[in-house]
């Protein structure tokens, strides 16, 4: 999981970095010459799209893991069936914890 996790800020750093980098080269290109232009409005909306692109993403990496979670602790769930130690006391504040093995 920390894999999935570091190779996703990985990504997003990325997907941030290199849209700049080739703005400032597009910028500082080698020919000077009044032709050259950057269409802004085209950039912006490149820009709006990668990130939007982005957001999906993860947000489809956190709505798989909270359904991932909310299937795997489900009260109906075979290895839920039995009571934590907690769970077995009457009142968890009036207990000796050490008894109860886990």
Do not use: C
Not at 6 to 23: E, G, K, T
Not at 51 to 74: D, N, P
Not at 85 to 93: F, I, Q, S
């Amino acid at each position: 999981m920390k894999k999935v996790i570091a190779v996703s800020i990985i990504a997003l750093i990325a997907l941030v970095l290199v849209p700049q980098i080739h703005f400032v080269n597009a910028q500082l290109g080698t020919d000077k010459s009044a032709k050259q232009y950057i269409n802004l409005r085209a950039e912006v909306w490149n820009e709006f799209f990668r990130m939007t692109t982005a957001a999906f993403t993860v947000g489809a990496v956190v709505s798989g893991t909270l359904i991932w979670l909310v299937w795997r602790f489900r009260e109906s769930h075979p290895k839920n069936k039995n009571p934590t130690r907690w769970e077995k006391l009457d009142d968890p504040t009036a207990g000796n914890y050490e008894k109860e093995s886990h």
